[in-house]
Every structure is written in structure tokens, then in C-alpha cells.
């Protein structure tokens, strides 16, 4: 099995705000008075791509990774977009799965190695995995976690990238289910679920954490969502139509929302509300916090505080309001209290999304030739910038349909 070959070249350019390669998009009003209820563009950063495309994005704490279709990673600054280039060759054949930032050190997995670079560009190791990874990876300190591939089934992985040895800390058998979905890392706790329906939590020293029967939860049904974790507890979605969240030190519900549809999307968690997006229903917005019930534990089955139907997937969300790629493929602000549509961004020409769970509401979007853009929701105007392009307010919103 080929390798990849992942050489970084060190390449700030001054691509941010008012420098750019390229003329802007048509779709982009330059200088204008920005009104209430808008975008703005917060930064634009032209990749000036040639015979290649956007595939994917990821927001990963102060940076933004773009991944092409020809395997090149992009690191752009999260405050202005200034850009670094990471350029993966590989065989069509590699995986570059989502990238792990541990403090100065950045990792990138692929379906055999763990691509080590340090912030500077300076490549430090390749570490070759003993069987194939087979899903993203988190991290902490110098330590990274994911699926492995063995015969006889799948194991949960320990990596400390600074041994000189490529032999585990630790594993965790994970015989009967694959481990595909990304496992969650929160207070020291690894959270990882399996296709067979299992939900595993252990400790940084390998302990087994949840007091269950085999030390495991168990739904009816497949994990290939992403786990989630935060101080409230533990988020999963199952193809047996269930989002859970459990208490992390116990393993029992707390609460579970019943979607009537197998949940293959991972949950987006912000403060206080959960979002799901379900097939043919729509992003359903759970809060996550108020209960019916004193004591969890008790058959709190949550209803949705609110359903946006025409909406794709959580982008982001401020104080006031949620915000959604709609099936329209714009960019659409939700009221987070009644799931109201308020306004919505007018060009559809962004492609791809990272979803920012962050209260701060930038929205992260991308074009397939490699615009890459952060933008800044205006809700009570003022100023003067850039507008991606908008529509304002209920009338504007119901005359665009």
C-alpha cells in the first residue's frame, strides 16, 4: 500500500481583507453601508485553485483546514484568513481524515500513518500505524484516539506522538462493531461508538468508566455519527432513530429525543440547544438543559423545541439566533427561541460548510474553486463593509419564494 508523501510549505500571503489575488465575486457588495439583519463578510481568502476543488472543511480551535479533492490541506487563520499550505501527495487510494490540533503540534491522519507537523511547517515524524485507521481522531496533549482495524474486529486507540516507539499506549477491543464514527474526548474521558450500537467510555489510563453491564451502553441500532461530549453529558445519534445524551460518569439517559428516522448525522451542541438533522424532517432543535422530569433517568423523552424543515445543517449560532444551510443553499438565521425564519443570505454559490458551535456566530463557507470565507451576521447594522449578498426580513424572505 502506498504511503503519502505530506511536505508543508510555509506560505503566509496576504489574503486576508483588502488584498486579494482575484476579483471578488459579482455576489459581493464592496464598501456598502451594512444594514440590520445581513451578512458581512468578516475575511475572504482565494485558495486560486487549478484543476482541483474544495472537498472538505474543518474549524479546529484558532484554525480553519481545507482539504482538496487532489488530497492538498490548506491551514488558514481563524481571525483573518491568512493562509498556510500543506501539500498531501497521495494515491486517490488514502484517507486524510479530519485533523487533530494538539497545543503547537498538528496531526494529520491518514488510512495507514499520523502525519506529525509542528505550527512553524516543520515536519517532525510520520508514524505508521500497525493496522489501518478507520476513523477521526481526537486528542489531548501529546496523546491522539481513534479506530484501528484488526482481524476479528475493530479496537479504540492510544497514540502518544512523541514516543519513538509506534506501539499503542493502550487498545480497547471493540469486537462485533466497527469503530468508524470520531470518538469524543472531554475531562479525560474518551467516548467512542461502534456500528454494533455500543457506546464505550474509558479513561486516559484505560479504565473502564460507566458501571454497566459489560461497561457499555447499548442501542438498537448503529453509531457512525461522531460522538459529542460537553459538561452536561454524552451526545450520540443512532440509526435506531434515537439521539441520546447520557450522563458521563454513569452511563445512564438523561434524556433521548425519538426522530421516527435513522440518525446518520452527528449532533451539533452549543450552550444550551442540541441539533439534528434528520432525514426528510429537517434540523430539529432540542434543548438540552430543561427537563419534565426531576431526576433523569426517568423516560424523558424531549420533543423539539423547534423544527426548521427547509434546513440541511447547523452552521452556527449567536445570542439571538441559529444559523442554517436551507435547502436552497443559503444561509438562513432561525429565532432560537421559536425556530422563526428571520433572514437569509441571497447567493447560493457556497458550497461547503464547517459547522462552528462557538457563540460567537461566524459562519465558515466555501466555493468549490476555492473561496473560502468567514462571515459576520449583522443583526443590529451599522458600520461600513463587505455584504454577502442578503435578503432582509420577513417580506424580503417571503418575496424571494
Known sequence: MNKPLLSLVLALSAVGMGCRHNPPPQTTDQNQPIPAQSFQQHWEADLA??????????VRDDLIFVYTHSHKAYILSRSGGQVLNIDAVASAAI???PP?????????????TLEVYDRQGNRQRTINTENAIR?????????????SEYPGGSRLIAMDITRPSAVPIWQVMTPGGALSAAPALYQGIVYAGTQDGKIYAVSEDRSAIWPLEGGVFLTSGKIVADVKAD????????????????????GKVKWQYFSGRPLTASPQVTADTVYQAVPEIGVVAIDKTKSKFPQYGSGDNRDAKWIAPDAVEFLAADEQFAYMRTRDNRI???DQKTGKQVFQSQRTDLQLFSANPDKDGLI???TKGGK?????PSIQGGGVGELVMRLTGMESLASAR
Open 49 to 58: 485553485l487549478k484543476d482541483d476543488s474544495v472537498d472538505r472543511m474543518f
Open 95 to 97: 484517507d486524510l481524515f
Open 100 to 112: 487533530v490540533v494538539l497545543g503547537d503540534k498538528l496531526v494529520f491522519p491518514t488510512n495507514t
Open 135 to 147: 476513523s477521526p481522531a481526537v486528542g489531548n496533549k501529546n496523546v491522539v484516539y481513534f479506530g
Open 231 to 250: 459538561q452536561e453529558g454524552v451526545y450520540f445519534a443512532s440509526t435506531d432513530s434515537k439521539l441520546y445524551c447520557v450522563d458521563r460518569m454513569t
Open 332 to 334: 438562513t438565521a432561525f
Open 364 to 366: 465558515f463557507a466555501a
Open 372 to 376: 473560502i470565507y468567514a462571515i459576520k
